[in-house]
């Protein structure tokens, strides 16, 4: 019983170490904001909200494990640059039903600079 448990849990620690490199990276100071509510790297876990490795390749509201409002699963979006420009200068007026509580940013220039180390942060390189 005793030995069962001692590997359980150096089980544990084995995976909350490979876990760390990730979760340890820095974040740009354009995604400060969002870090307090988003991940970037891949494995990392959902916070309050989903996390964003890759979601420019997957359909919108698909983060493994995340439970969306329904306004999000409604939407047959399409994440380019165009759509995360408009998400983010506006959220609730881009995806109605939206629980994105984040603040609108209203500078065009802030918004390009926030897409462009979103791309960086997750990984997608394949945002139009
Ligand atoms: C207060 C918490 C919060 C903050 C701050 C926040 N978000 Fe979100 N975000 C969410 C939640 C919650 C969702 C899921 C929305 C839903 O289900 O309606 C989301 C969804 C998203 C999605 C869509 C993900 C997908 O899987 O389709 C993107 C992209 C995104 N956020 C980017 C950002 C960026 C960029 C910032 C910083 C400028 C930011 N968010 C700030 C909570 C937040």
Known sequence: MRIAGFFAVSGLFVAASFAAPASAAPVAAELRVCAACHSFGAGEPNRLGPNLNGFC??????AEGFAYSSGFKASTVKWNAASLDSFLENPRKAMPGTRMAAAPIGDPAKRTATIAALTEATGCKTLK
Do not use: E, I, L, T
């Open 57 to 62: 390749a997957r359909p919108v509201g698909k």
